[in-house]
């Protein structure tokens, strides 16, 4: 299958955005919420000039609180599908509200195959997909283990992929539990630092790359946009990706 060609089976790009907002209508609402939030939360974004801002894109996050998808909505110039956990879609509310979003399920701990499936066909059509490699939310902000389905996704579909660092949404209370404090190094507000886009190899020096070998170069690109203390089990390989 060619870059950005629809797929021969599957909703075809009218039909995935029927029902989703975007367009003209996102861009007001999105200039709309700009206006509302920026006096009330320094929020600093930095590498928007690396947002293709047509064709596939795959934007990979870590996961520091269930605000991100939000923020990242919020700052992104195009439209972006979110992967989402199947527990949110049994809430009517956050159904329809993720439906407007063109959010779908993903049954995290298993191989979902029909989510994979979904996220490729949305890719294949042009469109911006939005995903937290980690598989949910670390609780102490650094870093964790990233699951093999990115790298998968990654290594099928050969779209670009857009890397993204977000933290100080661990500070907003909306994790269902008490927020850690600020520290005096704490820099009030949200931090989002977008990387260049890259495209996981196939294979290298003649051997075929693995999925998991695709998700952790996937969480060594984040890790590098990210302060020292968030980087977790991918602080060794940041460095070396930073010093490249």
Same mark, same amino acid.
């Given at each position: 299958?060619?870059?950005?060609d629809?797929?021969?089976?599957?909703?075809?790009?009218?039909?995935?955005?029927?029902?989703?907002?975007?367009?003209?209508?996102?861009?007001?609402?999105?200039?709309?919420l700009?206006?509302?939030?920026?006096?009330?939360?320094?929020?600093?974004?930095?590498?928007?000039?690396?947002?293709?801002?047509?064709?596939?894109?795959?934007?990979?996050? &870590?996961?520091?609180?269930?605000?991100?998808p939000?923020?990242?909505?919020?700052?992104?110039?195009?439209?972006?599908?979110?992967?989402?956990?199947?527990?949110?879609?049994?809430?009517?509310?956050?159904?329809?509200?993720l439906?407007?979003?063109?959010?779908?399920?993903?049954?995290?701990?298993? !191989?979902?195959r029909?989510?994979?499936?979904h996220?490729?066909?949305?890719?294949?059509?042009?469109?911006?997909?939005?995903?937290?490699?980690?598989?949910?939310?670390?609780?102490?902000g650094?870093l964790?283990q990233?699951?093999?389905g990115?790298?998968?996704l990654?290594?099928?579909?050969?779209?670009?992929?857009?890397?993204?660092?977000?933290?100080?949404?661990?500070?907003?209370?909306? &994790?269902?539990?008490?927020?850690?404090?600020?520290?005096?190094?704490?820099?009030?507000?949200?931090?989002?630092?977008?990387?260049?886009?890259?495209?996981?190899?196939g294979?290298?020096?003649?051997?075929?790359?693995?999925? &998991?070998?695709?998700?952790r170069?996937?969480?060594?690109?984040? !890790? !590098?946009?990210?302060?020292?203390?968030?980087?977790?089990?991918?602080?060794?390989?940041?460095?070396?990706?930073s010093?490249?």
């Amino acid at each position: 299958m060619a870059l950005g060609d629809a797929p021969a089976s599957g909703p075809s790009r009218e039909e995935l955005l029927a029902g989703t907002l975007h367009g003209a209508p996102r861009r007001w609402l999105r200039d709309a919420l700009i206006g509302v939030v920026r006096p009330l939360l320094p929020l600093r974004v930095s590498g928007l000039e690396h947002v293709p801002l047509d064709g596939p894109l795959l934007v990979v996050s &870590n996961h520091v609180s269930n605000a991100d998808p939000i923020v990242l909505e919020f700052v992104s110039p195009r439209p972006l599908f979110f992967m989402g956990k199947q527990e949110l879609f049994r809430n009517p509310f956050f159904h329809w509200i993720l439906d407007r979003f063109g959010g779908f399920p993903v049954e995290r701990g298993s !191989a979902d195959r029909a989510a994979l499936r979904h996220a490729g066909n949305i890719l294949a059509n042009g469109i911006a997909l939005g995903m937290f490699p980690e598989g949910g939310r670390s609780r102490t902000g650094a870093l964790i283990q990233g699951r093999a389905g990115v790298g998968l996704l990654a290594l099928q579909s050969q779209s670009p992929i857009l890397p993204v660092g977000i933290y100080g949404t661990e500070f907003f209370p909306v &994790n269902g539990e008490w927020p850690p404090r600020r520290t005096a190094n704490d820099v009030r507000g949200v931090a989002v630092n977008i990387g260049a886009p890259f495209t996981v190899p196939g294979a290298v020096d003649g051997r075929r790359v693995s999925s &998991n070998e695709a998700t952790r170069l996937i969480m060594t690109r984040i !890790a !590098a946009l990210l302060p020292e203390r968030y980087r977790g089990i991918y602080a060794v390989d940041s460095e070396i990706c930073s010093a490249d």
